[in-house]
């Protein structure tokens, strides 16, 4: 089930809430893990036996590393082996034998197909950062199961994020404070969301079908349809992350932003600090300072680097696309890092905007092109086509004709011009009819949209 869906937007959702406002604030924590659970097990009912073991793992882990300090680092590296061993098995197992087998055409191992349970990859990475908290002292061990329970699964992030730290909720477990204005500032935020994913990516990502299975596609067409999917992936994940923020007020939690107009930076580094930045600063506390980060030297600072953007890669796919993407920007940012950002600097802002963004948008195709969709063959493929300087036919013309407007409403809504206007306008006597007649109307494109449109997919779903 996601969240641009009827069935959880009109079925789910009110049910949801009605059933958590009614109950006393002592057992909304029990009902919020109970559906937690059913929202997870509505694709995959088999799969909700592995989160119930993820949860117990760790919460005992959690209780021993408190109680036994003179055995917490083997605690720690136990929880963190079985975390890791699952991520491992149900996401990378298949690519691994696949690869042995090429390497090794005589071992003849048996090829291993598992479902990839969802959103594995953003709980599996939640939960460990409670462990090492924990085993670090930056958090105390939580005693009730139920509220870890809740923390591990809570809908509105379980399956596409942001990662959420537990010392960053564990207070709003116990006593959050749900209220009409938080509650008000999360449909905000959810319609908010659910216009991007609905009215602007999905859109985009049909542009993007088009032109690259055009027969003549051009350099233009295949400009065209990389900067659709590039607007395709901001506005499908960001929204995610919008909707995730604002379901989470609507229950009385606090999400932090994952998303900061990463389209408006100036730098490739700058990029990275303002999208999906709850990956981001996981990476930075849990790898890259532990592995120490820029503290020993140049050499270790680029070793460190190169070894955090490959596994940012890894965790986004078990591919060799997400693996080279992964060393594509890790390798740009130890570039701009060693000596490229003070040239940078003495570039007007206009340069350093168009020098960050070809590097942004030529680093997606490496990100698309996974063996699902064709691999190396076809990135090949589109990598000529967008170079070679061949015409576009006239179909192609039309469809990049037809979707102008669109395109020009997603560069302007990925910067922060209308957020800007939003700010300025939201005091004024006449803008709370405009604001109710705006989500009214959101409401009724998005849900025509996908009453009419069986074109919804999640990008990050499968991550």
Known sequence: MVFSSLMFMFVFLPVVLTVYYILPKKYRNIFLLIADLFFYGWGEPVLVSLMFFSIAVNYFAGLLIEKNPSKKKTVLIISVVIDLGLLAFFKYAGFI???????LPFAHIPAIIVPLPIGISFYTFQIMSYTIDVYREDTRAQHSIIDFGTYVSLFPQLIAGPIVKYRDVASQLKDRHENIDLFAKGVRLFLLGLGKKVLLANPMGLMWDSLREASQPGSLGSFMGLLAFSLQIYFDFSGYSDMARGLGNMLGFEFLINFNYPYISESVMEFWRRWHISLGTWFREYVYIPLGGNRKGKTRTVINLLIVWMLTGLWHGASW???????????????????????????????RHIYAL?????????????????????????????????????????TIANYLPLTIAGIIASTPLIRSLYDRLKDKKYFAPLEIAAAAAVIILCTASLVSAEYNPFLYFKF
């Open 97 to 103: 034998t696949d690869n042995l087998n090429i390497i």
């Open 358 to 398: 070809i590097f942004i948008i030529l680093g997606w195709m490496l990100f698309y092109f996974s063996d699902d969709v064709g691999g190396f063959a076809a990135l090949g493929s589109f990598t000529v086509s967008l170079f070679s300087g061949g015409k576009s036919s006239p179909e192609v013309l039309n």
């Open 321 to 351: 696309n997400f693996l080279l993407w992964g060393l594509y920007f890790g390798i740009i940012l130890v570039i701009e890092k060693l000596f490229l950002l003070k040239a940078l600097e003495k570039l007007p802002k206009v340069f």
